[in-house]
């Protein structure tokens, strides 16, 4: 109502203005203020106009085998949205001309796509991005596939995903930043920030879409779609930071999730979407269904049909239905039948032309045209692709500084499924990447340790199937060469949508391929690509080295290269658990103490899991001090400084995170063992030593949200926790 009587002051002012002069109509007028143009604009729109805005149509071949949709229809120059699939910007303008000459009133398209990790440069999916603990870099991956996606046509990415993931049989795991709420709020803001730039007018931005809202990684044993049993306590705590830190941070819109909440699907949900999104937080853009996810409330028992699906999730808040087409065939009649009012219709629509205009879609409806060459895989592209493909890479092992490989090593073997594969490195949601573009491992390391060591390549295996003919090739690599480096891991559908898995372990063939070499009695160096944490319990005990390099896209042989010679120094630590089995899960770093901590485990392995969160080795050392408080005792509106200095004691340059925890551990609500609140990273040199500082604000890193989102702070006994040292202080009256 504020917005509203605020667009009429504008409105009134503007008309008394000079700009009243002009014979255009006040919408096309970029002058006059924007709420003023959007009631200008939808005073003129007719039921069929402002039903059309409110839909997304698609656009080109599609990219994702599990959305099977019709044919492509026809375009009207209507439609709000295009999901975009073409990589060609003439066409884009050519459909966007038509909407802007043959309809009425000339109102631009938004043209979408899922650039999840890149368009065409693709970076290191989203779970290794957060292990480079490195939220400059994120940003600038984003910044770039902006600039890639405009330059391709593209207004909108489906991205960043901040769906908080303990679950790594969820293949969806691969698309989010990890198990911790704090972190993916981090990893939020710098995608929104890189995707959007300071101006979404500018060229090169693009808009931001935060997804899945909300509790969609919950889903029941990692299953994919289905329902999740979420508390209002770990809805707020879990799963609310992350989306609320994208909306402070000017996300432009959000896309409802598949999954149930308690009952209430996403997509239907009033309380997630308008008491909370748009009431609670304020947010001025709109909402999406994700694909399908209108019509699935039929399936999933809240509707008894299309129409009445329609009518919950529009009226729970979601603005623009993703290719459903219900709210085309349904809403007329709706609002004919008094089911669906004229105001909420026009506030959807004032919604999606509001980010249109921050868009600057009305005063430059169209993108440039350049050759391919100068929009994609620019030197500067590629040098940030390995630079985060190289942070994002976590050593986990090394047994007798068997990494890196030095001078020692004067042969080499290289085998298993992953050395020449320049498919499945990239990952799910590869966007528009292409094989030929990808430096595939085997091409790294020959540039790597060309004249320096001798690599003997054998396949080895497939990456699943029984046929072992391999086995006896690789056998024969390994014992001519000095160590046996083994790439194994993951096809790119095995995660991502529909990709859970009963076992996060590897094919048993895989596995058995590594116990074969152990008969060549060398080192083995273990490089798994991954698009989830994976099931190591029997590969740990036999390996002196482990490194998990993840999907990292298409400069993953020079970063896969640079680990191993020691020209990265592997600075990741992991954004998620490893467990010791499947059945471990779910297993995470802030679990809350059980009521009885030394029983109640599991009987045949031990309790901890395989990798903690934040786990991960460098090729330095690095020598912590006494954490130093400035004092130890606070009021409520007190701040606290912590401090500890980290030494680099060893003879390389390399890059340390601090990961600083919190605990409570008296409240009136039980508390996690521990809470990341802060992390920084920093580029430590040999001998040099570095303060790591952290300002604790009370209210925002020690208090805790009830089932309603409301803080709660109170006095007593606290922790702060950075590299297992627990030093207690204070908070009085």
Same mark, same amino acid.
């Given at each position: 109502?504020?917005?509203? $009587?605020?667009?009429?002051?504008?409105?009134?002012?503007?008309?008394?203005?000079?700009?009243?002069?002009?014979?255009?109509?006040?919408?096309?007028?970029?002058?006059?203020?924007?709420?003023?143009? $959007?009631?200008?604009?939808?005073?003129?729109?007719?039921?069929?106009?402002?039903?059309?805005?409110?839909?997304?149509? +698609?656009?080109?071949?599609?990219?994702?085998?599990?959305?099977?949709?019709?044919?492509?229809?026809?375009?009207?120059?209507?439609? @709000?949205?295009?999901?975009?699939?073409?990589?060609?910007?003439?066409?884009?303008?050519?459909?966007?001309?038509?909407?802007?000459?043959?309809?009425?009133?000339?109102?631009?398209?938004?043209?979408?796509?899922?650039?999840?990790?890149?368009?065409?440069?693709?970076?290191?999916?989203?779970?290794?991005?957060?292990?480079?603990?490195?939220?400059?870099?994120?940003?600038?991956?984003?910044?770039?596939?902006?600039?890639?996606?405009?330059?391709?046509?593209?207004?909108?990415?489906?991205?960043?995903?901040?769906?908080?993931?303990?679950?790594?049989?969820?293949?969806?795991?691969?698309?989010?930043?990890?198990?911790?709420?704090?972190?993916?709020?981090?990893?939020?803001?710098?995608?929104?920030?890189?995707?959007?730039?300071?101006?979404?007018?500018?060229?090169?931005?693009?808009?931001?879409?935060?997804?899945?809202?909300?509790?969609?990684?919950?889903?029941?044993?990692?299953?994919?779609?289905?329902?999740?049993?979420?508390?209002?306590?770990?809805?707020?705590?879990?799963?609310?930071?992350?989306?609320?830190?994208?909306?402070?941070?000017?996300? !432009?819109?959000?896309?409802?999730?598949?999954?149930?909440?308690?009952? /209430?699907?996403?997509?239907?949900?009033?309380?997630?979407?308008?008491?909370?999104?748009?009431?609670?937080?304020?947010?001025?853009?709109?909402?999406?269904?994700?694909?399908?996810?209108?019509?699935?409330?039929?399936?999933? *028992?809240?509707?008894?049909?299309?129409?009445?699906?329609?009518?919950?999730?529009?009226?729970?808040?979601?603005?623009?239905?993703?290719?459903?087409?219900?709210?085309?065939?349904?809403?007329?009649?709706?609002?004919?039948?008094?089911? /669906?009012?004229?105001?909420?219709?026009?506030?959807?629509?004032?919604?999606?032309?509001?980010?249109?205009?921050?868009?600057?879609?009305?005063?430059?409806?169209?993108?440039?045209?350049?050759?391919?060459?100068?929009?994609?895989?620019?030197?500067?592209?590629?040098? #940030?692709?390995?630079?985060?493909? !190289?942070?994002?890479? /976590?050593?986990?092992?090394?047994?007798?500084?068997?990494?890196?490989?030095?001078?020692?090593?004067?042969?080499?073997?290289?085998? @298993?499924?992953?050395?020449?594969?320049?498919?499945? $490195?990239?990952?799910?949601?590869?966007?528009?990447?292409?094989?030929?573009?990808?430096?595939?491992?085997?091409?790294?390391?020959?540039?790597?340790?060309?004249?320096?060591?001798?690599?003997?390549?054998?396949? *080895?295996?497939?990456?699943?199937?029984?046929?072992?003919?391999?086995?006896?090739?690789?056998?024969?690599?390994?014992?001519?060469?000095? #160590?046996?480096?083994?790439?194994?891991?993951?096809?790119?559908?095995?995660? @991502?949508?529909?990709?859970?898995?009963?076992?996060?372990?590897?094919?048993?063939?895989?596995?058995?391929?590594?116990?074969?070499?152990?008969?060549?009695?060398?080192?083995?160096?273990?490089?798994?690509?991954?698009?989830?944490?994976?099931?190591?319990?029997?590969?740990?005990?036999?390996?002196?080295?482990?490194?998990?390099?993840?999907?990292?896209?298409?400069?993953?042989?020079?970063?896969?290269?640079?680990?191993?010679?020691?020209?990265?120094?592997?600075? *990741?630590?992991?954004?998620?658990?490893?467990?010791? +089995?499947?059945?471990?899960?779910? $297993?995470?770093?802030?679990?809350?103490?059980?009521?009885?901590?030394?029983?109640?485990?599991?009987?045949?392995?031990?309790?901890?899991?395989?990798?903690?969160? @934040?786990?991960?080795?460098?090729?330095? +050392?690095?020598?912590?001090?006494?954490?130093?408080?400035?004092?130890?005792?606070?009021?409520?509106?007190?701040?606290?400084?912590?401090?500890?200095?980290?030494?680099?004691?060893?003879?390389?340059?390399?890059?340390?995170?601090?990961?600083?925890?919190?605990?409570?551990?008296?409240?009136?609500?039980?508390?996690?063992?521990?809470?990341?609140?802060?992390?920084?990273?920093?580029?430590?040199?040999?001998?040099?030593?570095?303060?790591?500082?952290?300002?604790?604000?009370?209210?925002?890193?020690?208090?805790?949200?009830?089932?309603?989102?409301?803080?709660?702070?109170?006095?007593?006994?606290?922790?702060?926790?950075?590299?297992?040292?627990?030093?207690?202080?204070?908070?009085?009256?």
């Amino acid at each position: 109502m504020k917005r509203r $009587i605020l667009a009429i002051i504008l409105l009134v002012a503007y008309q008394t203005s000079t700009f009243s002069q002009t014979k255009q109509p006040i919408y096309k007028d970029k002058n006059a203020p924007v709420e003023a143009r $959007i009631d200008n604009l939808l005073s003129l729109m007719t039921l069929d106009e402002k039903i059309k805005q409110m839909n997304q149509w +698609t656009y080109g071949k599609n990219a994702n085998p599990n959305n099977i949709g019709d044919q492509m229809r026809a375009v009207s120059p209507l439609i @709000g949205s295009l999901l975009y699939r073409s990589t060609n910007p003439e066409y884009r303008n050519q459909i966007q001309k038509k909407a802007m000459t043959e309809s009425r009133l000339g109102i631009p398209i938004i043209f979408g796509f899922d650039a999840i990790h890149g368009y065409r440069t693709v970076f290191p999916i989203p779970l290794a991005q957060s292990c480079s603990w490195n939220t400059n870099l994120v940003k600038e991956s984003c910044e770039i596939s902006a600039k890639e996606s405009w330059l391709s046509g593209l207004d909108w990415t489906f991205s960043p995903m901040l769906d908080v993931a303990r679950d790594a049989r969820w293949g969806r795991v691969a698309e989010g930043y990890g198990e911790d709420s704090y972190a993916t709020s981090q990893y939020a803001i710098a995608a929104v920030e890189g995707y959007q730039g300071t101006n979404l007018a500018n060229k090169y931005t693009i808009a931001a879409c935060l997804k899945h809202y909300i509790g969609y990684s919950l889903s029941e044993g990692g299953r994919d779609y289905h329902y999740s049993d979420v508390s209002m306590q770990t809805l707020w705590e879990t799963f609310m930071p992350p989306f609320e830190a994208g909306i402070k941070a000017g996300a !432009s819109t959000v896309m409802s999730g598949f999954n149930d909440i308690t009952g /209430v699907p996403a997509s239907a949900n009033h309380y997630t979407l308008t008491e909370v999104l748009k009431n609670k937080w304020g947010h001025d853009g709109f909402v999406i269904s994700d694909w399908g996810s209108v019509r699935n409330l039929v399936e999933q *028992g809240v509707a008894k049909d299309k129409k009445e699906a329609g009518m919950k999730s529009f009226l729970a808040g979601v603005e623009m239905d993703m290719v459903d087409n219900v709210y085309v065939d349904y809403l007329p009649e709706l609002v004919a039948e008094g089911k /669906v009012p004229m105001t909420a219709i026009d506030e959807a629509v004032r919604r999606i032309l509001r980010v249109k205009m921050k868009l600057g879609l009305f005063e430059n409806p169209y993108v440039d045209v350049v050759p391919e060459e100068k929009r994609y895989l620019l030197p500067e592209y590629l040098k #940030a692709a390995e630079e985060l493909a !190289s942070e994002s890479m /976590v050593l986990l092992k090394n047994e007798k500084e068997t990494l890196p490989i030095t001078s020692k090593y004067k042969s080499l073997a290289i085998i @298993g499924p992953m050395v020449k594969d320049s498919i499945n $490195i990239m990952g799910s949601w590869e966007g528009k990447g292409q094989p030929k573009d990808v430096e595939t491992i085997y091409e790294g390391l020959e540039k790597e340790f060309k004249d320096k060591a001798t690599l003997n390549y054998a396949l *080895g295996c497939d990456f699943d199937g029984e046929d072992r003919n391999g086995f006896k090739d690789a056998l024969e690599a390994a014992r001519k060469s000095d #160590a046996v480096i083994v790439f194994l891991g993951e096809k790119k559908h095995w995660s @991502g949508e529909n990709g859970s898995r009963s076992t996060i372990a590897l094919p048993k063939i895989q596995e058995d391929l590594v116990v074969e070499l152990l008969k060549a009695k060398k080192p083995i160096i273990l490089m798994l690509s991954s698009g989830r944490p994976l099931e190591l319990i029997r590969l740990n005990k036999i390996a002196d080295a482990i490194v998990e390099i993840w999907q990292p896209g298409t400069k993953a042989g020079s970063a896969v290269a640079g680990i191993l010679s020691g020209r990265h120094n592997p600075s *990741g630590k992991l954004s998620i658990t490893f467990p010791q +089995t499947t059945g471990q899960i779910p $297993i995470y770093y802030n679990m809350r103490q059980s009521a009885r901590p030394k029983l109640g485990h599991y009987q045949d392995i031990p309790r901890d899991p395989l990798y903690w969160f @934040g786990d991960g080795l460098s090729y330095t +050392t690095y020598d912590y001090s006494d954490i130093k408080l400035s004092t130890t005792q606070i009021k409520k509106n007190e701040h606290l400084i912590a401090e500890v200095d980290v030494t680099n004691s060893g003879n390389r340059d390399g890059k340390e995170t601090v990961l600083w925890f919190i605990n409570d551990p008296v409240a009136n609500i039980s508390r996690p063992m521990k809470e990341l609140q802060f992390f920084e990273k920093k580029l430590i040199k040999s001998g040099e030593k570095v303060t790591y500082r952290f300002e604790i604000d009370p209210m925002r890193d020690l208090s805790y949200v009830d089932s309603f989102g409301n803080k709660h702070l109170e006095t007593g006994d606290y922790f702060v926790i950075v590299n297992d040292q627990k030093v207690k202080f204070e908070i009085v009256d």
